[in-house]
């Protein structure tokens, strides 16, 4: 019974260990997303940026053939209505960017005052390495600690089990053989053993209900190692779903942003000259930076769903290599 109880203690504080070791990779993780989420929004911003200049010098166009009589008005409105659209995303871009930047801050110990130094290049992380489906989720902490758990609440029901049995209890005591006059100097120092033999009789519905109880929260944490089990195998379905659906959208994107480059330098071509007037390049460098934006968006939630896969199948913080390609140390 106490061999019982000892591996129950035992294989509970296993299963802590292995929480405690999936909660610091969770935690990595989230640093890892939010420092991947601050650098998108600066890359963002940057774009936006490039866009305002480009929707001005539109905007100067169209008020210069406005004036002239070769505009119209509902042109001049459309491209003040695309400036005022692009500074507000420029102001969302900086509110996402100070919040990030507070919340990676939160993460690391921080007082949130925004001030973190970040890099400006995305990070380098490769898809989690991955092998047989069981193997796969047995790498993973909480499942470990979800069957360990299992394995501390059948130590402790037998235990309980087997305090419902005759209880042999020894004691000892050391003792001193009586002296005499005679043989002083002889006198010896004994141990003795005692033994009783117990039965739990008045006992035995107060046992037997632990016994139960023990049962009960046996079968509980089975359930919960058949629901850990369960979840693992949808958040490892979830990730790689979403690596193949964002690295097919990502190769879209990169054809879109291909042929707009391409279109650009058709018109920057005509423009020099003299074909086209510079308006139609300004508006192939506009969608030509809207391309890039979303391959920009595209590329961090690839980064960040990655991140979600390394934990899905358990490569923790202690079995990956280093991903700081291209980021600050800061």
Not at 51 to 57: A, K
Request: contains cysteine; aromatic residues 6%.
């Amino acid at each position: 019974r106490l061999a019982d109880e000892y591996m129950a203690s035992r294989k509970t504080y296993e299963a802590q260990s292995y929480e405690y070791r999936y909660a610091m990779d969770a935690l990595a993780a989230r640093v890892i997303q939010t420092w991947i989420d601050q650098i998108s929004s600066r890359k963002s911003m940057a774009v936006e940026q490039e866009r305002l200049d480009n929707i001005r010098r539109i905007e100067l166009i169209q008020l210069e053939r406005y004036k002239g009589g070769t505009g119209n008005l509902d042109e001049l409105s459309t491209a003040r209505s695309r400036m005022q659209h692009v500074l507000m995303a420029i102001e969302e871009d900086q509110a996402e960017i100070n919040r990030s930047v507070r919340k990676l801050e939160v993460l690391l110990g921080r007082y949130p005052e925004g001030a973190l130094v970040s890099a400006t290049k995305l990070p380098v992380i490769a898809c989690a390495p991955v092998s047989i489906p069981a193997e796969t989720l047995m790498q993973r902490p909480d499942i470990q600690a979800a069957i360990l758990r299992v394995e501390a609440a059948k130590k402790a029901t037998d235990a309980s089990s087997k305090a419902q049995l005759p209880d042999l209890r020894l004691s000892g005591q050391i003792f001193k053989e009586a002296a005499s006059l005679n043989n002083l100097s002889d006198s010896t120092k004994y141990w003795g053993i005692l033994g009783s033999l117990f039965q739990p009789l008045f006992d035995a519905g107060r046992l037997s209900n632990e016994r139960e109880s023990k049962q009960t929260e046996l079968d509980a944490t089975v359930s919960e190692l058949r629901q850990t089990v369960l979840v693992a195998l949808k958040e490892v379905e979830d990730v790689f779903g979403a690596e193949k659906t964002l690295s097919a959208q990502r190769a879209a994107i990169r054809v879109a942003v291909k042929e707009s480059a391409n279109n650009r330098l058709f018109y920057q071509d005509r423009y020099r000259q003299g074909l086209e007037p510079i308006q139609n390049y300004l508006e192939a460098r506009e969608q030509e930076l809207v391309m890039s934006k979303q391959l920009d968006e595209i590329e961090a939630q690839i980064l960040k769903n990655r991140v979600d896969m390394a934990l899905a199948v358990g490569a923790g913080i202690e079995d990956t290599q280093p991903i700081s390609q291209g980021v600050n140390e800061k």
